[in-house]
C-alpha cells in the first residue's frame, strides 16, 4: 500500500496537451491574444513619447511583468508592498507602489526591498513621509517619493499644489528621499461605458492634475514625472499632453466588466483571460434549460458582474451564466432549440474583473492554437500588506 503523503493534486494542465484536457477550473491565457495586447499598447505609448508602467495588480505574476519590460515597459506598478516582493525576486527592478503605505513591517519591508532595486512610494501626509524616511535611514536605502494628488475620485491625495509644496518641504528635509513627481490616478472614470463622456471624464482629471503641475512650475519646483491613468482612459491619457507615464493593468487581459466599455478601433484590446470551467450536472429544473458548472466564487470574482460565456465568435447569445455559489455556477440556455453542453463538456468564461479573479489562483494556463504553452504562476497571488 502506497504512503498518504504520495497522493497529491496533479498539475491541472501539462504542456503540449489540448487545453480540452485541463482539469477545471483553470485560468486560461490566450498567448496571441495576450501577446497582440501588450504589443498594441507598447506601440501607442511610443509613439505618444509616454512611458509605460503597467500595473501588476492585474495579474500578479512575473512572467506577464517580464513580458511587458521585454516590450519597453520603464517598470511596474505594485498596490502593495508585500506584492512588489515577488517581482523583485524574478528580476524585475523599477517598481512604484502606488498608494500610501504606512506601519513599521510594510516600511522596513519597502526599506529592505529598495537596496535591490529602484522603488517609489506615493504620499499624501506628513507623517508618511517622516515614516518612510525613519525606515530608509534605518536600512541605508533611498527611495523615489511621488505626491499623489486628488483628481476626481476622492480616495487619496492631496487637494491642491500648496499641499504639495507642504509634503516637499518635509520631504526635501531627508536625503534619502528624492520626491519624483505627482500620482494622478481617476480609477472612478475607467469603466464609464460611453467613449464620449469617458473622454471627458478622463480631460477633466487631465485638466485638473496641469492645474497642479502648472502652479508648482510657477514656485520653481519641476516635475520629472507625472504618472497615472487605466486601461479605460489610456487613450485619452497618451493624448492629454500631462501625463509623461501610464499605469494601465487590465489591457493584457480585457476582463467582461472593461469589455463593456465602448471603444474605437483607434485603440482596442481583446479577451485573452478566460476561466475554464466543466459541466458536472446538467440539471434538474426549468424544463432542463440549466446546465451546473465547477466554476463559482472561489474561481472568479463578480463583483463587477457575472462572468461571460465565451464561444467561438465571442460572447455566447444562447448561453448565460445566471447564478454564482460558493463552487458551483449556473449556466442558462436561452433558446430552448440550442444543443445542451454535455456532462463533462468545458466552457470557457470571462471573469467580470480580472484582478481579484488572478487572486484566486495559483498558476495561469497559457495556451497556443488550443494546445497547452507553458504555466505560469501567480506568485503575488495572496500578497496583500
Known sequence: MS?????????????????????????????????????????????????LRPHAKAH??????????????????????????????????????????????????LARMALH??????????????????????HGSRIDVFVEINV???????????QVLQLLEVISAHAQLTFK???????GIQHIRDYGERRDASALAAARTEEVVDALRRDGVVCAVVTGGGSGSVEFDLASGV?????????????????????TDALRFEHSLFLATSVISVGHSDAGQVVVVDAGLKSLAVDSGLPTVWGDDGASSTLHYTVVNDEHGS????????????????????PGHCDPTLNLHDEIVVFREERVEVIWPVSARGHSR
Not at 480540452?20 to 511610443?46: K, Y
Not at 532595486?117 to 534605518?138: E, I, K
Open 243 to 263: 501625463y509623461t507615464e501610464v499605469q494601465p493593468g487590465s489591457y493584457a487581459f480585457m476582463d467582461g466588466d472593461y469589455g463593456r466599455n465602448v471603444y
Open 181 to 187: 513627481g505627482l500620482q494622478a490616478y481617476q480609477g
Open 60 to 109: 500578479k505574476c512575473p512572467a506577464i511583468a517580464l513580458a511587458q519590460i521585454q516590450r519597453g515597459a520603464v517598470g511596474i506598478c505594485c498596490q502593495k508592498v508585500s506584492e512588489a516582493l515577488p517581482f523583485l525576486h524574478a528580476g524585475v527592478t523599477d517598481i512604484h507602489i502606488s498608494n500610501e503605505v504606512i506601519g513599521s513591517a510594510k516600511l522596513d519591508l
Open 331 to 350: 449556466v442558462q440556455m436561452l433558446n430552448r432549440d440550442v444543443v445542451k453542453p454535455a456532462l463533462g463538456s468545458q466552457l470557457l468564461l470571462v
Open 152 to 162: 476626481g475620485q476622492n480616495r487619496c491625495g492631496v487637494a491642491d499644489a500648496r
Open 117 to 138: 532595486g529602484r522603488f517609489s512610494v506615493c504620499v499624501d501626509h506628513p507623517d508618511q513621509v517622516v515614516a518612510l524616511a525613519a525606515a530608509t535611514a534605518g
Open 3 to 51: 504512503s498518504i503523503h504520495n497522493i497529491q493534486v496533479l498539475p491541472a494542465a501539462s504542456p503540449g496537451n489540448p487545453i480540452t484536457s485541463i482539469d477545471t477550473p483553470a485560468l486560461l491565457l490566450d498567448a496571441d491574444a495576450f501577446e497582440r495586447n501588450l504589443d498594441v499598447m507598447q506601440a501607442r505609448a511610443d509613439e505618444a513619447g509616454v512611458a
